[in-house]
């Protein structure tokens, strides 16, 4: 067997490549070790949330800084926080302007304006009908959104699929169910469905 006299010319460097493994196994175990306690403390955050006496809290800060805001809309699309607070200063100490944008970062057209004093938001609402860049803006007092609260709208009938009614059917009475003196119209067959 010729291949037993190996000699170990690249030992340093093999040795320095070891080094260099053990180097980076050490910091991802160290990020590892971060990203987990990161983790717990998220988990930490997230389940003192779901804590029914801080949720009650939460909401009864969330109506209280509601009390002291105003909703504006129509807001021109260039405006940015600053010419509100310009606008608005007068009602008030402005804390906070938010200009809701969608997710490509453009504007929605509307904004909360929160004041410190809950004093400024009926002086704030006398600025309905103002115009800001030529346009007319629509302040209203702001509505505290209540979770699990979401408005029922019914469905809409889809003119496609003809005409489903779910009352249960009730058998006609001794009158003609056509009414005195009609004849019944031909109407085109629909298409089956099976739960109707």
């Not at 690249?10 to 493994?21: H, I, K, P, V």
Request: hydrophobic content about 30%; aromatic content about 10%; proline content about 7%.
């Amino acid at each position: 067997m010729e291949h037993d006299d190996i000699d170990m010319i690249g030992s340093d460097t093999n040795d320095a490549e070891l080094d260099d493994m053990k180097k980076r196994l050490k910091d991802m175990e160290d990020e590892a070790a971060a990203l987990r306690e990161m983790q717990a403390k998220v988990e930490k955050e997230m389940s003192s949330v779901q804590d029914p006496a801080s949720a009650a809290a939460s909401q009864a800060n969330r109506e209280e800084v509601d009390s002291r805001s105003v909703f504006v809309g129509n807001v021109d699309y260039s405006c940015t926080p600053e010419e509100v607070q310009q606008h608005f200063q007068s009602c008030g100490t402005v804390n906070r302007i938010t200009i809701r944008t969608d997710k490509f970062g453009q504007p929605k057209g509307y904004a909360y304006v929160e004041f410190v004093e809950p004093e400024a938001v009926q002086e704030a609402l006398l600025l309905n009908e103002s115009e800001l860049h030529g346009r007319q803006l629509k302040v209203t007092a702001k509505r505290t959104n209540i979770p699990g609260m979401k408005q029922y709208r019914p469905r809409r009938s889809n003119p496609f699929m003809g005409a489903r009614s779910r009352s249960p059917y009730v058998a006609p009475y001794f009158f003609s169910p056509y009414g005195y003196g009609k004849v019944p119209r031909f109407r085109m067959p629909t298409r089956y469905g099976p739960y109707y």
